[in-house]
């Protein structure tokens, strides 16, 4: 699986718009981008995923760049729930697949 | 959004003891897995099981662990003989297809 580059820790205020970037020079073909957060110490939670298309649910948007090397997941009203370890992470695109955990980028969300 | 719960929460034993841990998914999924994170440190793949046997399992997935759906329906993770460093929370994820995989709340594993 491709490697990922995150920012170690970010912050936004409430309301805003929070941008997490997130680089993957490497990633193939059949390959995908999905997004993850934990929250303190919980499971970790699915976000979003994509392939190439940019894709948007009620959770967030993930604008992936044209030749994919990059992708930003975009929380479009951050609230201090949203604080949280955003986790970037290139998958195959076969079932089944584990999922390799970075360090994520820190997102703190002040009020 | 499936759900998944995880008993029991918190799980303190002896050094050299044998826990189970159970992840119980609330519908039916295909793929299974678990995952451990020592405190302060990345989220760590162990073992993934599909069809009734183990699909992929890493290097921290010993002789010491084992995984079985006993009756269909729960997923559970064995340690046989605990030792220290396995102290972590330990997270059952569950998937249908395509990669998206739901995570559990975790068991905190304390080991003595």
């Known amino acids: 699986d491709a490697k990922t580059t995150q920012p170690p820790s970010m912050d936004c205020a409430e309301g805003r718009a929070a941008n997490l970037p997130c680089n993957h020079s490497t990633i193939s073909g059949n390959e995908y981008v999905y997004w993850y957060r934990q929250i303190h110490s919980q499971g970790p939670q699915y976000i979003i995923h994509?392939?190439?298309n940019n894709e948007t649910n009620e959770m967030a948007s993930l604008i992936i760049t044209e030749d994919r090397k990059s992708s930003t997941l975009i929380l479009p009203h951050a609230t201090l729930r949203d604080t949280a370890v955003y986790y970037c992470i290139v998958v195959r695109g076969s079932s089944g697949d584990k999922l390799t955990f970075g360090t994520g980028t820190r997102l703190a969300v002040r009020p | 959004e499936p759900e998944v719960t995880q008993t029991p929460s918190h799980q303190v034993t002896q050094m050299g003891q044998e826990v189970i841990l159970r992840c119980v998914p609330i519908?039916?999924?295909?793929?299974f897995y678990w995952y451990r994170q020592i405190l302060g440190q990345k989220v760590e793949f162990l073992v993934s099981f599909y069809n009734n046997e183990i699909s992929e399992k890493s290097e921290i997935f010993d002789d010491q662990f084992s995984v079985e759906r006993p009756d269909g329906s729960n997923f559970t993770l064995k340690i046989r003989s605990t030792k220290l460093e396995d102290s972590a929370m330990y997270f059952c994820?569950?998937?249908?297809?395509?990669?998206?995989?739901?995570f559990g709340p975790g068991t905190r594993l304390t080991v003595l």
């Open positions: 994509g392939l190439k």
């Open positions: 994820a569950i998937g249908l297809a395509a990669d998206t995989q739901y």
């Open positions: 519908s039916n999924h295909l793929y």
